[in-house]
């Protein structure tokens, strides 16, 4: 039902910082728990972190902690994902997800979300 289209992505060198938005249309945003995955050119598509309906709950990858935040608005219907301290290793195209739930939480598997932007590619250089 909902749509989702990624924006923010670009080339900056290491150590930098850049934005990412996921805008959500069709679906009533507040409804639906979010996350943030990432594919690098030849390896799986990984979980880099979740936001739960209202934004109270957030969970981060062990490789972005402390590096990288997630934020909704649920108002604008957008979930952010602002990066810091990029390193050349964070080079991947970035996808936003979203899954309808009735409860306060994140999820942080594939299999578990049902909707999917088409992903915005980051590049970090050294």
């Known amino acids: 039902q909902v749509q989702l289209v990624e924006s923010g992505g670009g080339l900056v060198q290491a150590g930098g910082s850049l934005r990412l938005s996921c805008a959500a249309s069709?679906?009533?945003?507040?409804?639906?728990?979010m996350g943030w995955f990432r594919q690098a050119p030849g390896k799986e598509r990984t979980f880099v972190s979740g936001?739960?309906?209202?934004?109270?709950?957030?969970y981060y990858a062990d490789s972005v902690k402390g590096r990288f935040t997630i934020f909704r608005d649920n108002a604008k219907n957008t979930v952010y994902l602002q990066m810091i301290s990029l390193k050349p290793e964070d080079t991947a195209v970035y996808s936003c997800?979203?899954?309808?739930?009735?409860?306060?939480?994140?999820?942080?598997?594939?299999?578990?979300?049902?909707?999917w932007g088409q992903g915005a590619q980051v590049t970090v250089s050294s």
């Open positions: 997800a979203a899954v309808r739930t009735s409860v306060e939480t994140i999820r942080r598997h594939e299999y578990e979300y049902d909707y």
């Open positions: 069709r679906g009533t945003f507040s409804t639906y728990a």
């Open positions: 936001i739960s309906r209202s934004g109270a709950i957030t």
